[in-house]
């Protein structure tokens, strides 16, 4: 069995087509020749500050965005087969965590229906086999079962992204792509998000790529850092020594501006 995720010279660029006129577009190189590996059951952190590709890259491993050029090995399936299975074969072998748990669930939905989504269209379970394992999800992400009959506007930003966790799960796909998970909390429910995660992840036996901008966050729950900068991967490995020892200029300069967790590096 190979890692979960396979990456290599990955590119992604936007426009550049002609315009009406005639004139060359300008062209914006997202992504620009990425390699990395994601290890089964590992957490790897992508730091990067804003505009260094890190969404591009997610969205393009979650079947969102098509790749320019380049190749990803999914679970072992290589990518433009996986898509040209569909959104089912996608969805039940990688999963997208949104930042914004709240806009992610739909305000006219209960969380029950919210949950049945995955479960009947990707799943194709019928009805008991759903409600058994709603609640399966519901007590996986500790939350009281009457959760499934409310709405999202009932719960706080920390327990909507363990709702959107719970989602993310329901198909059993075992990558999750976690795009700024607990940016939108608060420190202390930060804490505890991270928690759950780090504990799903051992249960389940799941693999995290876990993008964030923010280093504590970061170094607290990742096993290795990449670390991006304009579309590409200037360094990578163990976050402890990353964090401790880094070797390029680029992962000095964002260290350094985080004081929080390099007190001696200012
Ligand atoms: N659909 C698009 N069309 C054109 N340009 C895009 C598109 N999506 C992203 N870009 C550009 O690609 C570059 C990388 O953006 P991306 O959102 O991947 O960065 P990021 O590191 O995730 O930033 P942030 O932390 O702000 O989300 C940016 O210059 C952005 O403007």
């Known amino acids: 069995m190979n890692d979960a995720v396979q990456i290599r010279d990955l590119v992604k660029t936007f426009g550049g ?9 300008s062209e914006v190189r997202a992504v620009r020749g990425i390699s990395l ?14 505009g260094s590709g890190k969404s591009t890259l997610a969205r393009m491993l979650v079947g969102l965005e098509a790749p320019t050029a380049g190749t990803m090995l999914i679970d072992d399936k290589p990518w433009p087969e996986l898509a040209a299975a569909g959104t089912r074969a996608f969805g039940r072998t990688i999963q997208y965590v949104f930042q ?20 009947r269209l990707l799943c194709g379970y019928d009805a008991s086999r759903r409600a058994a394992r709603k609640r399966a ?6 939350m009281p079962m009457d959760t499934l009959e ?8 920390g327990q909507a992204q363990r709702i ?55 170094e607290a729950i990742s096993d290795r850092v990449a670390v991006m900068y304009l579309g590409e991967v200037v360094e990578m490995g163990p976050a ?16 350094a ?6 007190p001696d590096a200012a």
């Open 137 to 142: 999800l519901i007590d996986a992400v500790q």
């Open 257 to 262: 501006s985080a004081p929080r967790l390099t």
């Open 240 to 255: 402890a020594q990353l964090f401790a020892a880094p070797q390029h200029d680029y992962t000095r300069s964002l260290i």
């Open 164 to 218: 959107a966790i719970a989602r993310a799960l329901a198909a059993e796909a075992s990558i999750l792509v976690l795009d700024e998970p607990v940016s939108a909390l608060d420190v202390s429910v930060q804490a505890q998000v991270l928690l759950l995660l780090q504990q799903l992840r051992d249960d389940l036996g799941l693999s995290y790529l876990f993008i964030s901008h923010d280093l504590a966050v970061v």
């Open 17 to 25: 087509g002609r315009s009406l006129f005639g004139r060359k577009a």
């Open 100 to 119: 914004d748990p709240v806009a992610s669930l739909n305000p006219r939905k209960t969380i029950g229906d919210i949950l049945d989504v995955p479960l």
């Open 37 to 50: 590996d994601l290890q089964r059951g590992e957490t790897l952190g992508i730091v990067g500050e804003s």
């Open 150 to 157: 409310r709405y999202p506007h009932e719960f706080s930003g």
